[in-house]
């Protein structure tokens, strides 16, 4: 099998029980060092539920996440541009970017919109994105060549996580972000991969080496990025760019969407 990102041969690197009951085998490419589960038909049982029990973390996230990416959207990209959650959830992080006073739209193909209704992104996308996030997403693509391009069609620019393999790949029985508990995560990085992918879309890769990254049409310098993204840096843009925040507006929109569905199907006459 040819790895998906750079058609490098693959190896397998070993066998993981998925659930603790499907042996599951795990690919390694000799090229790049992406590493996938190879054919994981577990994946509509994995996700009975878009959320894993064990993911504890969307409120944590929203509010670190939220203050990174809105310092690089005032350092990189226009503040009053619309931009997209991939992979949104339950809209948390929607609804927080909202708070913050920036157009942000859901898009979720597994997960009920619970915190940003009224937001939903337009399919397929009429116009691009400044900006799109993809928060804890490409460690569950199943064939992430086709769908990182499909992302890309929302935007070329692209601030995401998802932890990078080490130099040394560890056992698959040591790493926690192999998930076999869940089932959900499927495609591992390296950073020389995520360099790969932006090669061919023609465009640059930006990492703190660790788990934030950013596909973008603009060069940054290494250093630039990695002091933006920085959560005490973010902590001072709350302070120079503060925006007035949408909260009051939505809850606004949100109602007369309500009144409007209210008036087009009145309930009918009391027993």
């Not at 790493?175 to 020389?192: L, R």
């Amino acid at each position: 099998m040819n790895c998906p990102l750079c058609n490098g041969s693959c190896k397998t690197l070993g066998q993981l029980k998925i659930f603790g009951k499907y042996p599951a085998d795990f690919l390694r490419c000799d090229g790049c060092g992406f590493i996938q589960a190879h054919d994981p038909h577990w994946l509509n049982e994995a996700y009975a539920t878009a959320i894993t029990s064990t993911d504890i973390g969307p409120v944590w996230r929203a509010d670190y996440l939220g203050r990174i990416t809105k310092a690089l959207i005032h350092a990189f990209e226009n503040p009053a541009g619309t931009f997209l959650d991939y992979g949104a959830g339950y809209g948390i992080f929607v609804r927080k970017m909202r708070d913050f006073g920036y157009d942000f739209r859901w898009l979720d193909k597994y997960s009920e919109n619970l915190f940003a209704k009224g937001f939903e992104a337009e399919l397929p996308p009429k116009t691009k994105y400044d900006l799109v996030t993809a928060f804890e997403v490409f460690e569950h693509l199943p064939d992430p060549a086709r769908q990182i391009a499909e992302i890309f069609e929302f935007s070329s620019e692209v601030f995401f996580t998802t932890d990078l393999v080490p130099q040394n790949p560890p056992a698959l029985d040591e790493w926690i972000y192999y998930g076999a508990e869940h089932g959900q995560h499927i495609a591992f990085y390296t950073e020389k991969s995520l360099h790969l992918v932006a090669q061919k879309a023609g465009l640059h890769f930006h990492t703190n080496g660790v788990n934030l990254h950013f596909f973008s049409r603009k060069k940054i310098n290494p250093f630039i990025y990695r002091l933006v993204i920085r959560k005490k840096v973010g902590a001072l843009f709350d302070l120079f760019h503060e925006r007035p925040g949408l909260l009051g507006s939505d809850f606004m929109a949100g109602r007369e969407r309500t009144l409007n569905a209210q008036r087009k199907n009145p309930p009918g006459p009391l027993p």
